[in-house]
């Protein structure tokens, strides 16, 4: 093969090889390109899932937004969450202790919003032992004017419609006369229609998933509702119809 030939042929080879590296290298931008927009998309909809942004309007009245915590998420972090209430389970049963209650109690004392305690009770034990377990737990943590308390009831234990109907009452009572506050009543909107016959003097938090926010009626004998707990995604949110101070004004009168 003469020279002249060959370096012709290296002429092309060369120009092809350079077309070559170039489309490579836009190939290659392009796909680090896609991948950084992804890897963005990711970033900005990561904060998204952990806080929702509430929708406040319902109506001509104003709904603020809450969460219901317990030790499912120790670690919840308050500072950066847009609620303006939060209540937190202290107890269940006459022994059980949630690990992360005082870290929660603490949080929510530093962010200064209206903040709760709520029980989980068990119509199998006695009332009174637990209600008096709630308030020891409850009471070992400081205390600040507009603290909530809160009844959760959602299991009857195999109990008739009375006992359980009893069982509240009683706890719901004793708690009060312990503490002068009257405590909220939580359950889910079926369970509270068919248990809570005449505990319309304690305000009606109500749990309804199928419910628009605030969209929900009241059960029983309730007339209105306090707090409607519509989702349970990524954490409990809720909504109620007060105003903060208004919910200030169903706790504790000081600290």
């Known amino acids: 093969m003469s020279k002249p030939?060959?370096?012709?042929?290296?002429?092309?080879?060369?120009?092809?090889?350079?077309?070559?590296?170039?489309?490579?290298s836009f190939a290659v931008a392009g796909a680090i390109l896609v991948g950084t927009v992804a890897i963005a998309g990711l970033a900005f909809a990561s904060p998204i899932a952990q806080n929702p942004a509430p929708e406040t309007r319902h109506g001509a009245g104003t709904l603020i937004y809450g969460l219901d915590i317990s030790n499912y998420e120790p670690l919840y972090d308050w500072n950066a969450s847009p609620a303006e209430f939060g209540i937190i389970k202290a107890t269940e049963?006459?022994?059980?202790?949630?690990?992360?209650?005082?870290?929660?109690w603490r949080e929510?004392?530093?962010?200064?919003?209206?903040?709760?305690?709520?029980?989980?009770?068990?119509?199998?034990?006695?009332?009174?032992a637990e209600a008096e377990h709630f308030l020891s737990v409850v009471n070992s943590q400081p205390?600040?004017?507009?603290?909530?308390?809160?009844?959760?009831?959602?299991?009857?234990?195999?109990?008739?419609v009375a006992e359980v109907n009893a069982w509240a009452k009683t706890w719901l009572s004793y708690v009060k006369d312990?503490?002068?506050?009257t405590p909220m009543f939580y359950s889910g909107w079926n369970f509270a229609n068919?248990?809570?016959?005449?505990?319309a003097q304690y305000p009606l938090w109500v749990a309804h998933y199928s419910k628009a926010k605030g969209a929900v009626t009241p059960p029983a004998d309730w007339k209105s509702?306090?707090?409607?707990?519509?989702?349970?995604?990524?954490?409990?949110?809720?909504?109620?119809?007060?105003?903060?101070?208004?919910?200030?004004?169903?706790?504790?009168?000081t600290a």
């Open 143 to 160: 205390a600040g004017a507009g603290d909530l308390l809160v009844l959760d009831l959602e299991t009857a234990d195999g109990r008739s």
């Open 108 to 128: 929510l004392g530093k962010k200064g919003i209206v903040r709760g305690a709520y029980h989980y009770g068990h119509p199998r034990n006695n009332p009174i």
């Open 93 to 104: 049963g006459t022994d059980f202790r949630d690990a992360s209650f005082a870290r929660h």
């Open 178 to 181: 312990k503490t002068g506050i």
């Open 5 to 24: 030939r060959l370096a012709t042929i290296a002429c092309i080879l060369k120009n092809h090889r350079d077309l070559l590296t170039k489309y490579l």
């Open 194 to 199: 068919k248990y809570g016959a005449g505990l």
């Open 225 to 253: 509702w306090t707090i409607h707990q519509y989702s349970e995604i990524p954490v409990d949110q809720n909504v109620s119809a007060l105003t903060a101070d208004q919910l200030r004004g169903l706790g504790r009168r």
